[in-house]
């Protein structure tokens, strides 16, 4: 084949293999411009409550509903103090003797206020209470199931699943039959971070 011809041949190539290619192909994605990372958290809390109705021995019916506050010492999200509510949404009755009650549901929320910010959790199905009595003291224990639904500055992205077993005890021996809350929190949280380039 002469050279001239090989040319002519060569260019026809090219021009077949150009024309198969889209005009516009399709754009790389970008990578995020975020990262997650999921941080643990264990603590305790140290607080008061306000019984409703009004503190007294478990009667009849439980305690309908228990406005909570204090202060919490835990894993990455410091110290600092809560507060909230938590409320029966279901029928319960109190126990029949110096022994702990059925179980009853519960809900409400609970905010978290700490020093990089502060996170509103919800106390989701599933989470419980139940009644004990003894001669001098009435208590209800709670475990309560809490997915964090806002927050602000570090937790303004927060995310996340929390367990909060929940004490509130009153003692009609002491001086004062108020209200002693304690408990403890575990899970973890997942938080958006900006991507460092």
Not at 40 to 58: D, N
Request: aromatic share 8%; charged share 10%.
């Amino acid at each position: 084949m002469r050279a001239g011809s090989f040319r002519l041949v060569a260019l026809a190539t090219v021009a077949v293999v150009v024309s198969l290619v889209p005009a516009t192909a399709p754009a790389a994605p970008f990578l995020e411009s975020a990262t997650s990372s999921s941080q643990a958290i264990g603590g305790t809390l140290q607080g008061a409550s306000q019984w409703s109705p009004a503190v007294q021995s478990c009667g009849v019916e439980p305690v309908s509903s228990f406005a909570v506050q204090g202060t919490f010492s835990a894993s990455w999200i410091g110290r600092g103090t809560y507060s909230g509510q938590i409320a029966r949404t279901s029928s319960g009755s109190c126990p029949s003797g110096f022994d702990g009650g059925p179980p009853l549901s519960v809900g409400g929320s609970l905010k978290f206020n700490g020093p990089g910010g502060s996170f509103v959790a919800t106390i989701a199905d599933g989470s419980t209470g139940a009644s004990f009595e003894s001669p001098h003291a009435s208590e209800y224990d709670f475990h309560l199931l809490l997915t964090i639904t806002s927050g602000t500055h570090r937790y303004a992205k927060a995310a996340g699943s929390l367990t909060l077993d929940y004490v509130t005890t009153v003692d009609f021996a002491s001086s004062c039959a108020c209200p002693a809350d304690n408990a403890e929190l575990s899970g973890s949280i997942l938080r958006a971070d900006s991507a460092t380039s």
